[in-house]
């Protein structure tokens, strides 16, 4: 069974610029939701997506954006970074809407606003 | 709004004993899950534990328990037999179980643990 892979593992940005993680979620895992994890803090919620449609969000701008694919795999864009949007960005990937199924994460992109 | 509070920042413990980790929770909701995960240095997050609010036993899942005291709002985690592995940051995280939308999981700061010989 394949876990949650991300890609890239690290990044480097200057500000201004747009930047895109990836995600493959687990397999037979069709809900997938991404945290933003700031040094010294636990994760943040930033969306969710479930069979291709965003289905909660949480404080975060509209540059905030994400998709998901017919294959459950799923994209997050942020643009116009900003220097505070140096993190961990973690993927994290469920079965359905069970609410008592964990997320399972993967390794993270750490990235980096110069 | 749910909100998750561990009040350890660092914790040590000697290699083969128990250590508690801390976690209080606050939430209006009636029905509500509480997980913890571990985070090595390489930044994934791997799941350890799960209670659901209305389970009547405490879980354990291995070396792991959970110390689920609901009307204190917390929900300790115990690591027995600790191991060199062991060392890392756990969060404690909680998912209201009634919302119709995303499920959501709010984490707490975290503890770093370090296992000592």
């Known amino acids: 069974e394949t876990g949650v892979t991300q890609s890239p593992t690290h990044l480097i940005k200057t500000r201004g610029q747009q930047v895109t993680l990836r995600c493959s979620s687990q397999s037979g895992h069709n809900t997938v939701s991404w945290y933003q994890q700031a040094l010294g803090q636990g994760p943040q919620f930033i969306f969710q997506?479930?069979?291709?449609?965003?289905?909660g969000r949480g404080n975060f701008p509209p540059r905030f954006s994400g998709l998901q694919f017919p294959n459950y795999s799923s994209e997050l864009n942020v643009n116009a970074l900003e220097l505070d949007d140096s993190a961990l960005y973690l993927c994290a990937s469920s079965p359905g809407q069970g609410r008592n199924q964990p997320q399972h994460f993967g390794d993270g992109t750490r990235l980096s606003i110069l | 709004a749910q909100k998750i509070t561990q009040t350890q920042p660092g914790m040590f413990v000697q290699e083969k004993e128990a250590v508690t980790l801390d976690c209080t929770y606050d939430t209006s909701d009636p029905s509500y899950g509480l997980f913890w995960y571990k985070q090595p240095s390489s930044g994934e997050m791997i799941f350890l534990i799960y209670?659901?609010?209305?389970?009547?036993q405490n879980a354990t899942e291995g070396r792991y328990s959970l110390n689920f005291q609901k009307a204190r709002k917390s929900a300790n985690l115990v690591i027995s037999a600790s191991q060199l592995g062991d060392s890392a940051m756990y969060f404690c995280?909680?998912?209201?179980?009634?919302?119709?939308?995303?499920?959501?999981?709010?984490f707490g700061t975290g503890t770093r643990l370090q296992v000592t010989l």
């Open positions: 209670q659901g609010s209305y389970d009547q």
């Open positions: 997506y479930y069979r291709e449609e965003e289905n």
């Open positions: 995280a909680m998912r209201d179980l009634n919302t119709g939308t995303a499920s959501k999981l709010t």
